[in-house]
T-cell receptor, first 114, second 112 residues
């Protein structure tokens, strides 16, 4: 079954404590990305990766890092989380960056930074 | 970048028809997607339009006019389970990015 798996699904943590949200896909997709979703602001892209070892900033990259060492994994790293990073995060994949195929969403990770 | 506008909220009655509009401004239009998102869940794909006209898929249809920068999602025979947020996403090919930008979503409430 085609899947985009995010972990954890829920996390409550404190300011400054480094955390990583993992994303793994089993569809051999080249394109992977991270979005955050906030009430009234919609989905905004944080970072994206067109292929292994290729990453680029989205619309709201500040305070986040990513890496793409393998095709299937695209972790999102918050080196020093702050309360304004409290949000619902989605990992989103597509077969290729220029494909017309729909994007696949992970189930989401709800982060609360106290 | 793009400006994407959708109504914030709409209400409708079970069994009725509702049209959710989306207007956009983009320099290199390369496709428009509609997604449905139930509260607390991930968005799910509904439709894709890249050419002008109507695409029909069961109770859902999506229309595109590129010259007007306008799309709508039409939901027929509304059911209670259609209560959800509907997201319009526009892809811009200018600069080679091809990354969809999402509107803020339209929250649809279906009443019995």
């Amino acid at each position: 079954e085609a899947q985009v798996t995010q972990n954890p699904r829920y996390l409550i943590t404190v300011t400054g404590k480094k955390l990583t949200v993992t994303c793994s896909q089993n569809m051999n997709h080249e394109y992977m990305s991270w979005y955050r979703q906030d009430p009234g602001l919609g989905l905004r892209q944080i970072y994206y990766s067109m292929n292994v070892e290729v990453t680029d900033k989205g619309d709201v990259p500040e305070g986040y890092k990513v890496s793409r060492k393998e095709k299937r994994n695209f972790p999102l790293i918050l080196e020093s989380p702050s309360p304004n990073q409290t949000s619902l995060y989605f990992c989103v994949t597509r077969d290729r960056w220029d494909s017309n195929q729909p994007q696949h969403f992970g189930d989401g990770t709800r982060l609360s930074i106290l | 970048g793009q400006n994407i506008d959708q109504p914030t909220e709409m209400t409708a009655t079970e069994g009725a028809i509702v049209q959710i509009n989306c207007t956009y401004q983009t320099s290199g239009f390369n496709g428009l997607f509609w997604y449905q998102q139930h509260a607390g869940e991930a968005p799910t794909f509904l439709s894709y339009n890249v050419l002008d006209g109507l695409e029909e898929k069961g109770r859902f249809s999506s229309f595109l006019s590129r010259s007007k920068g306008y799309s709508y999602l039409l939901l027929k025979e509304l059911q209670m389970k259609d209560s959800a947020s509907y997201l319009c996403a526009v892809r811009d090919g200018a600069g080679g990015s091809y990354i969809p930008t999402f509107g803020r979503g339209t929250s649809l409430i279906v009443h019995p």
